[in-house]
């Protein structure tokens, strides 16, 4: 995707980035940022620079606690930015395997953390029941699910990503 493919897509969804004046109180509020690698700084730079961001492993460290938005002297919609090039990303194939797998344990079965037997051992003595109301309770639902996921395009996303 290009420059102007990136930032037709951030101007479609009402954000306009290419007002960031790099002050910084993105990066220097962002929670993330002090525990990780995290610059949110550096994706909206570069988002506005036309390098290349969909690649970019920061661009996955966000939590979308949306404090970089809230602080935004320029009232830019940064944690929607980020989002918007996530979508972006997903969309062109782009996707860290950590993601991915997630997403195949959804389209598996309908649940992204499959409930084990230790799992359900845990429940039981906490006094709850051994299944949670999803799919592992309900998996005759998992067929509706999956036909969900086929029908927004979700499964065609995760088996075309390559990241």
């Known amino acids: 995707m290009t420059k102007s493919s990136i930032s037709d897509a951030l101007k479609d969804a009402g954000i306009e980035i290419l007002t ?3 002050c910084g109180t993105c990066s220097g509020s962002c929670p993330s940022g002090r525990y990780t690698e995290m610059a949110t700084r550096k994706i909206v730079r570069n988002a506005c620079a036309g390098t290349d961001v969909l690649h970019d492993p920061d661009l996955w460290l966000c939590t979308t606690c949306y404090t970089c938005q809230e602080r935004c002297p320029r009232e ?11 979508e972006i990303a997903v969309h062109e194939g782009i996707m860290l395997p950590a993601h991915k797998k997630v997403s195949q344990l959804v389209l598996e079965c309908g649940h992204a953390v499959p409930i084990n037997d230790i799992v359900k051992e845990k429940r039981r003595e906490l006094e709850m029941d051994e299944l949670p109301e999803t799919v592992h309770k309900y998996p005759e639902a998992l067929s509706e699910v999956q036909t969900l996921l086929g029908c927004c395009g979700f499964d065609e996303l995760v088996a075309g990503s390559h990241e």
Do not use: G
């Open 20 to 22: 960031c004046l790099q």
């Open 76 to 86: 830019i919609k940064i944690t929607d930015a980020i989002l918007a090039i996530r």
